[in-house]
């Protein structure tokens, strides 16, 4: 009885690879095989995890090793990402250096993934070497992100806009404001002027906005795109105060004679 169980299992995981789909969360299982038991189908899942089959990459929630990646014993976050937030019920995308390789800018680490959700924030996993870093925000608009297609289906990628804003939040855990500068350099041939909207500005903290800013006028040269976001910075009325480029960095004696702001506290070599 328990090795036809055994094959139910593992012939219900082929079925779903089939059918095109990589992972599939516990629930889903038992619901589809309601006339196991409990326990007959753990006991099938501990089978296949040990034979390198599935992977348990998060409580309840399993990656189907499929035999082009066993050797990696995992799969391509691509395939699975947007299932696995769909099973945490969490509204997300794919960012920061993730997003700028899907974008052609910077070059991403293929072990490591960077996924921004809301809070509270998720603690990154590590399985089998890959590495997925989660960042956190009060909220995740479909403005934000555009839909890329995968092998398994779609995921949610930050546009290029949102993700040099979020490159510049997050730039003392990514290598710091001259790695961010570099990839930003590329991303902002996909900038357009129409994105610089009052409702756009008003979104986000006006420090990130002043240091894009600053970035695009003083360094990357990028005068048309400088102008249009620096007018509507003035039309948001958020306030402009003197903020330093490199956040944690120190500010006296360093000079703020851009109409940014900016207190240049690092010096920014591409």
Same mark, same amino acid.
């Given at each position: 009885?328990?090795?036809?169980? =055994? $094959?139910?299992?593992? !012939?219900?995981?082929?079925?779903?690879?089939?059918?095109?789909?990589?992972?599939? *969360?516990?629930?889903?299982?038992?619901?589809?095989?309601?006339?196991?038991?409990?326990?007959?189908?753990?006991?099938?899942?501990?089978?296949?995890?040990?034979?390198?089959?599935?992977?348990?990459?998060?409580?309840?929630?399993?990656?189907?090793?499929?035999?082009? +990646? &066993?050797? $990696?014993?995992?799969?391509?976050?691509?395939?699975?990402?947007?299932?696995?937030?769909?099973?945490?019920? &969490?509204?997300?995308?794919? @960012?920061?250096?993730?997003?700028?390789? +899907?974008?052609?800018?910077?070059?991403?680490?293929?072990?490591?993934?960077?996924?921004?959700?809301?809070?509270?924030?998720? &603690?990154?996993?590590?399985?089998?070497?890959?590495?997925?870093?989660?960042?956190? =925000?009060?909220?995740?608009?479909?403005?934000?992100? *555009?839909?890329? $297609?995968?092998?398994?289906?779609?995921?949610?990628?930050? /546009?290029?806009?949102? /993700?040099?804003?979020?490159?510049?939040?997050?730039?003392?855990?990514?290598?710091?404001? !001259?790695?961010? /500068?570099?990839?930003?350099?590329? #991303?902002? *041939?996909?900038? $357009?002027?129409?994105?610089? *909207?009052?409702?756009?500005?008003?979104?986000?903290?006006?420090?990130?906005?002043?240091?894009?800013?600053?970035?695009?006028?003083?360094?990357?040269?990028?005068?048309?795109?400088?102008?249009? #976001?620096?007018?509507?910075?003035?039309?948001?009325?958020?306030?402009?105060? &003197?903020?330093?480029?490199?956040?944690?960095?120190?500010?006296?004696?360093?000079? @703020?004679? !851009?109409?940014? =702001?900016?207190?240049?506290?690092? /010096?920014?070599?591409?």
């Amino acid at each position: 009885m328990q090795t036809a169980q =055994k $094959k139910s299992v593992e !012939n219900w995981i082929t079925e779903q690879l089939s059918k095109g789909r990589y992972c599939f *969360t516990l629930d889903n299982i038992r619901k589809s095989l309601s006339g196991f038991s409990q326990t007959a189908i753990k006991f099938a899942l501990i089978r296949l995890t040990e034979k390198g089959k599935i992977l348990s990459f998060h409580k309840g929630f399993y990656i189907i090793v499929v035999p082009q +990646y &066993r050797s $990696k014993k995992i799969l391509p976050p691509s395939l699975f990402i947007d299932d696995l937030m769909k099973s945490l019920n &969490r509204p997300y995308y794919v @960012s920061l250096l993730s997003a700028a390789a +899907y974008h052609g800018a910077g070059h991403q680490q293929p072990q490591e993934f960077f996924v921004t959700t809301v809070f509270p924030a998720l &603690r990154s996993t590590t399985k089998k070497g890959l590495r997925i870093n989660y960042s956190g =925000k009060m909220k995740i608009s479909s403005e934000m992100y *555009t839909k890329v $297609k995968t092998e398994s289906g779609y995921m949610n990628v930050s /546009t290029p806009l949102e /993700t040099a804003l979020d490159l510049i939040h997050h730039s003392a855990s990514i290598g710091g404001m !001259n790695r961010v /500068t570099e990839v930003i350099s590329e #991303l902002c *041939t996909q900038f $357009k002027t129409g994105l610089f *909207t009052v409702k756009w500005v008003k979104s986000h903290p006006a420090s990130v906005v002043q240091r894009l800013g600053y970035l695009l006028e003083e360094v990357l040269e990028k005068p048309r795109l400088a102008d249009a #976001l620096y007018k509507t910075l003035v039309r948001s009325k958020k306030g402009i105060y &003197r903020i330093p480029l490199k956040a944690s960095g120190k500010t006296k004696g360093y000079r @703020s004679g !851009n109409r940014w =702001k900016v207190i240049v506290n690092v /010096t920014i070599e591409i």
